[in-house]
């Protein structure tokens, strides 16, 4: 019998997720979260053998909080769910720890394929990039800038990058615009760009938005 971990701040897609899972496995025991701070609460008690995660919430963002999740229970298979593409956000959600990394746009099908191929104690992506993207995220090399960030500062950065204000960011992430400007310092620094447009431009050229 499995025990699963929904960890989204949307309730009606934990809903969906959990009769979906519910109708693929039997006797399966799903648990939910609605916050990174729940879900590590609920890691820590232990018995789970999968934790499902968005990356993109209010207050903590999934992606941040993938190693304290594995510190807390290292062999735990990690599956991201998220509305971001592979290209975006891939590589650091599996760099972190994660064992796979799907798209909410993916059908049921793949994400109980997904699901199935990380219990087993393999790592899946999504057939999109498959293990070229794997095999990527081992190499030891140096990246572009954007790979200096930390996820929340990632997050931050392709929402500049995206043409949103300080508020509409802050709004959006559960930050004060306070912090959201912080993010914003040191995105600039560590990128060694100069200006919100500098960074529209890279991350046009890269591909990380729309």
Same mark, same amino acid.
């Given at each position: 019998?499995?025990?699963?971990l929904?960890?989204?701040?949307?309730?009606?897609?934990?809903?969906?997720?959990?009769?979906?899972?519910?109708?693929?496995?039997? /006797?399966?025991?799903? !648990? #939910? +979260?609605?916050s990174?701070?729940? &879900? $590590?609460?609920?890691?820590?008690?232990?018995?789970?053998? %999968?934790?499902v995660?968005?990356?993109?919430?209010?207050?903590?963002?999934?992606?941040?909080?993938?190693?304290?999740?594995?510190?807390?229970?290292?062999?735990?298979?990690?599956?991201v769910?998220?509305?971001?593409?592979?290209?975006?956000?891939a590589?650091?959600?599996?760099?972190?720890g994660?064992?796979?990394?799907?798209?909410?746009?993916?059908?049921?099908?793949?994400?109980?394929?997904?699901?199935?191929?990380?219990?087993?104690?393999?790592?899946?992506? /999504?057939?999109?990039? !498959? #293990? +070229?993207?794997?095999?990527?995220? &081992? $190499?030891?090399?140096?990246?572009?800038?954007?790979?200096? %960030?930390?996820?929340?500062?990632?997050?931050?950065f392709?929402?500049?990058?995206?043409?949103?204000?300080?508020t509409?960011?802050?709004?959006?992430?559960?930050?004060?615009?306070?912090?959201?400007?912080?993010?914003?310092?040191?995105i600039?620094?560590?990128?060694q760009?100069?200006?919100?447009?500098?960074?529209?431009?890279?991350?046009?050229?890269?591909?990380?938005?729309?």
């Open positions: 019998m499995w025990h699963i929904l960890t989204d701040d949307h309730a009606i897609l934990r809903t969906g997720l959990r009769r979906i899972l519910e109708d693929a496995f039997q /006797g399966v025991q799903v !648990g #939910e +979260a609605g990174v701070d729940e &879900a $590590l609460a609920k890691v820590k008690e232990g018995g789970w053998d %999968l934790l995660l968005d990356i993109s919430m209010p207050g903590r963002g999934g992606l941040e909080a993938i190693p304290d999740f594995k510190a807390l229970q290292s062999h735990l298979p990690i599956l769910l998220s509305m971001y593409g592979e290209q975006q956000f590589i650091r959600a599996l760099r972190a994660a064992s796979a990394y799907l798209t909410k746009e993916h059908a049921p099908e793949e994400l109980i394929q997904a699901i199935r191929t990380v219990l087993s104690g393999r790592r899946y992506i /999504g057939a999109s990039l !498959g #293990e +070229a993207l794997a095999a990527h995220v &081992a $190499l030891d090399r140096e990246g572009p800038p954007h790979e200096l %960030l930390s996820g929340r500062e990632f997050e931050v392709r929402l500049i990058a995206s043409a949103k204000g300080m509409e960011i802050g709004e959006e992430l559960g930050l004060s615009v306070k912090t959201v400007s912080t993010y914003r310092t040191r600039l620094e560590k990128m760009m100069g200006s919100n447009a500098e960074l529209m431009q890279y991350a046009i050229r890269q591909g990380l938005v729309e």
